[in-house]
């Protein structure tokens, strides 16, 4: 009976892999197929956001279901428990080359994803989706809301590093705040590579969230009658495609002059804008229907992949879940704290939830905004001035993830 | 404890570093503005 029970589980590789496993382990991994399963259900509900949890649940279930044994790469080093799908673990040329045959997402981790690409991929395709016409047309007011949104990328930071992050790893993680999740893989990549998928899958798991929780946050605050503030259309004023061409040339050279480190992220945002400024019809079909669509998909999928039992497992995953949260609170309560001075300062002109959209999840938290105010008065209307801050959030979380990339490196502690 | 302090001062230094330039780029946006209006008259 036992050897049947044997022959049958080694004819059955990914069922075998489990008895090669410590039992915490093979918990973990049944854990983790639930969980893409759940990802999956909450995406096609549109609980979670379908685009990124859709592919990232198929690829935790996935990869860590097909587990097998392996020749490992380093030859002569016997067998290794892997995946068909990417080792993000190699290091030299030949392995990178032996990978390149045997992995089938290898190609698109070594290519887009260790030199931060993708994220520079989605950054573009969002620029050229973006509408700049509220942010020039009341850049102070955009940039002034943003800057208090950003309370937790701020506060984060010293949080991170008291509970024994080291300041790279506390500034990738403080980057959450921004709720940018391009940035957030970009930062990590750059500040603490070892930790970047757990980093980078919390933030996204939180983005997805950012919809059903930060209306809670809203209420919990805002009176009603301040929520339903209606903002006068008067104030944006028409702006024509030059000037916000011009706006993205300059500002995205300054950019990259103050912050070199940073300006591949820049240089694609600021390309994705000029591209739709400049009506190059045929550019902006293939940066939103190609480049954003494309590289969303494999974003998703391969941080899945890369999710598997061990990088859950790290005692360091429980922190990390705790201070992006922290991170996404803190930025939200800022965001709001500068909405109400807004409003108090306007004389009552200015909506506060519109605060909120500073953090810059581009655009779900002008959403988020603009549901909660139409919520409490069904005649608010005040999307599209909750596109300006969202988007001077994107620029200040640009600017400070430039920071911590260019200052952490000369800190003296 | 010192430990905190310091790292709460460095990222409050990168908060007024990230207003000062934020703040810089807003009045560039309205200094492009302004130019361009100017030149169409």
């Given amino acids: 009976m036992l050897e049947t029970i044997k022959d049958l589980l080694h004819f059955f590789p990914g069922l075998e892999s489990f008895a090669l496993m410590s039992p915490e382990a093979a918990l973990v991994r049944i854990a983790l197929i639930c969980v893409g399963f759940a990802l999956v259900y909450l995406g096609y509900k549109r609980v979670l956001d379908p685009l990124l949890m859709v592919p990232m649940g198929i690829g935790i279930s996935m990869v860590n279901a097909g587990i097998l044994l392996m020749p490992a790469l380093e030859a002569g080093t016997g067998k290794e428990i892997g995946t068909m799908f990417v080792n993000p673990l190699v290091s030299t040329v030949a392995e990178q080359v032996d990978a390149f045959q045997v992995y089938f997402l290898q190609p698109i981790y070594t290519l887009t994803f260790a030199n931060g690409l993708i994220a520079c991929l989605v950054f573009m395709g969002i620029g050229s989706i973006t509408d700049l016409d509220f942010f020039i047309s009341n850049p102070r007011l955009s940039m002034l809301l943003a800057i208090p949104a950003e309370l937790g990328t701020i506060l984060t930071f010293p949080i991170a590093t008291a509970m024994g992050f080291t300041p790279s790893e506390a500034a990738a993680i403080a980057v959450i705040g921004g709720a940018d999740g391009p940035m957030v893989l970009f930062a990590s990549l750059q500040l603490a590579r070892h930790l970047f998928v757990p980093i980078t899958i919390v933030a996204y798991i939180y983005l997805s969230i950012i919809y059903a929780g930060y209306p809670f946050l809203i209420k919990a605050i805002i009176p009603k009658k301040m929520r339903g503030q209606s903002m006068n259309v008067s104030m944006i004023k028409e702006v024509s495609p030059g000037e916000k061409l011009a706006f993205s040339v300059v500002t995205g050279t300054l950019l990259c002059l103050l912050f070199p480190v940073a300006a591949p992220l820049f240089a694609s945002f600021f390309l994705g804008v000029a591209v739709k400024e400049s009506n190059l019809v045929r550019f902006i079909r293939v940066s939103d229907n190609v480049i954003l669509s494309g590289s969303t998909l494999f974003l998703g999928f391969t941080l899945g992949c890369l999710l598997s039992a061990n990088v859950v497992m790290d005692p360091k995953m429980l922190k990390l879940i705790i201070l992006g949260f922290i991170a996404l609170f803190l930025s939200g309560l800022g965001g709001l704290f500068g909405g109400v001075v807004a409003y108090k300062v306007s004389g009552g002109k200015i909506n506060p939830l519109i605060g909120i959209a500073g953090v810059s999840c581009l655009p779900t938290t002008a959403k988020v905004a603009h549901k909660c105010a139409n919520e409490a008065n069904p005649n608010a209307f005040i999307l599209p001035f909750a596109i300006g801050p969202s988007i001077a959030g994107v620029i200040t979380t640009a600017i400070i993830t430039a920071c911590y990339i260019t200052r952490v490196s000369h800190m003296p502690f | ?41």
Wanted: no cysteine.
């Fill in chain 2, 1 to 41: 404890m010192s430990g905190i302090f310091v790292h709460m001062v460095f990222s409050l230094k990168i908060y007024i570093l990230a207003t000062i330039i934020s703040i810089t780029i807003m009045e560039i946006v309205v200094l492009i503005g302004r130019f361009i209006r100017l030149s169409k008259g």
